[in-house]
């Protein structure tokens, strides 16, 4: 993929994607302007706090992915980490602690910084990622199993119970679920420009593993009850369609009773988003309001 914007709009981007995604309504498992769904400690205004915290991360990852010179990206990926961190406790301390965006600040780091490399180099972005993540699964899961259990975190711990790699594992493979799925899906959609991203938030869930799903439901088994449920709203057309809203209304009320959240899918569809604002497929001219 090209982007056909310019670098200078990429940290910006990055911003309209984080709230776009948060204004998103209804999004089963997750918080947008009318429900708090199963994050008592989150509003939409957490995440839009949190969203303003992060633009200066976003600045610095144009700015070291426009700079690089280097022949090995995987040390372009390791000069965004520190920076990371950092955005990390900026969002920390503009929410009071509440983790909104994590997710979001290792993976639209990623994107941003490649796409401000690839553009000034010529390259296409997901082998841009690729190399950027070579190995990445492999660093950061060698000895895990003599980890002590206290210091796992959530996706250590289900790592070395399931064998699921999460981000990390989506990340290094170029963000298949991203770029195979929900971009093209976005690329395809009509309607008002909440009901393509509802759409391609449902084309996520029915194409990946949700950790943060799999983490509150204890098991690993609601994955395929997850695929069916988001695969049965597709089928039936979706966010236009009667049919469609109607199983949406009902996987919010589900995911609310049972305390399911649908946080890692929510990041996919930041990527996505932001993809489609660098293509130039979201614009207030591209779906109806």
Known sequence: M????????????????????????????????????????????????????????????????????????????????????????????????????????FSLGILVTASAYAAQVGLELRPTVKEMLQGLTTHDFDGLADKPSDQLTAGEKLYLRDGITGIRGEAEAGYPTVFDMALPALRQSTGTLNQPLLDTLLTIVANSTDTNLVKRAGSADIVPWAHQQAQDYLTVGGSKT????????????????DNLSLGGSADLLILTAFLGLREGIIENDSFSL
Request: charged share 20%; aromatic share 8%; proline share 7%.
């Open 2 to 105: 090209t982007t056909t914007k310019p670098t200078e709009t990429l940290a910006t981007d990055a911003l309209r994607a984080l709230l776009y995604e948060v204004s998103v309504t209804p999004k089963p498992g997750l918080v947008d302007p009318a429900s708090q769904g199963p994050h008592p400690d989150m509003t939409v205004f957490t995440f839009i706090d949190s969203a303003l915290s992060l633009q200066p991360y976003f600045t610095q990852c144009v700015a070291v992915g426009t700079a690089f010179t280097g022949s090995d990206l995987t040390d372009l990926f390791s000069r965004i980490r520190p920076f990371g961190v950092a955005a990390e406790h900026a969002m920390r301390a503009a929410t009071n602690a509440v983790n909104t965006h994590k997710g979001a600040i």
């Open 242 to 257: 009667a049919a469609g809203w109607a199983k949406l209304v009902e996987l919010n009320r589900v995911f609310e009773r």
